[in-house]
């Protein structure tokens, strides 16, 4: 584990009519999102891996598709850092991951169909009314990154 991240595991509540599994209750987690959005990832197709300064993302991989992602503690006097792990999730293992500052993250669509990913920040994409600088360090810009996702 890395310290700060939340990973909790999704439990389908399957029927006649489909599923539904909960992702979210604040009475659970201590956490404020501000904004939602869903992306897409087409098969084989990475995306980070990047970090914020203030941001935390909270991620939700239900399906379809599925998804390996990585995190790695890039904060200075973390009890974690340079810790790295992977997980596997989306369609045969649903999953939200919260992820805090400092934290670099990227995931990779393995399977063979798109993956679906909602993501729910703690901050506003370019703050108020897109005023203000992208809260991104790109590592997948840099030549010389130690963060790889293959």
């Known amino acids: 584990m890395i310290n700060g991240v939340i990973i909790k595991k999704l439990n389908k509540n399957t029927d006649e009519r489909g599923w539904l599994a909960e992702f979210f209750r604040n009475d659970e987690i201590d956490y404020s999102p501000v904004m939602g959005y869903v992306s897409v990832t087409k098969p084989s197709v990475v995306r980070g891996p990047h970090e914020h300064k203030a941001q935390s993302d909270c991620f939700v991989f239900t399906g379809p598709g599925s998804f390996e992602l990585h995190l790695w503690d890039n904060r200075d006097g973390s009890k974690t850092k340079d810790k790295h792990i992977q997980i596997k999730a989306g369609a045969n293992n649903p999953t939200m ?43 997948e810009d840099k030549e010389n990154s130690p963060y790889k996702i293959d």
């Open 97 to 139: 991951v919260i992820v805090p500052p400092g934290v670099v993250h990227g995931y990779k669509c393995v399977s063979d169909v798109d993956g679906w990913c909602v993501n729910l920040p703690d901050k506003l994409y370019k703050g108020e009314e897109k005023g203000e600088e992208v809260d991104e360090i790109r590592w």
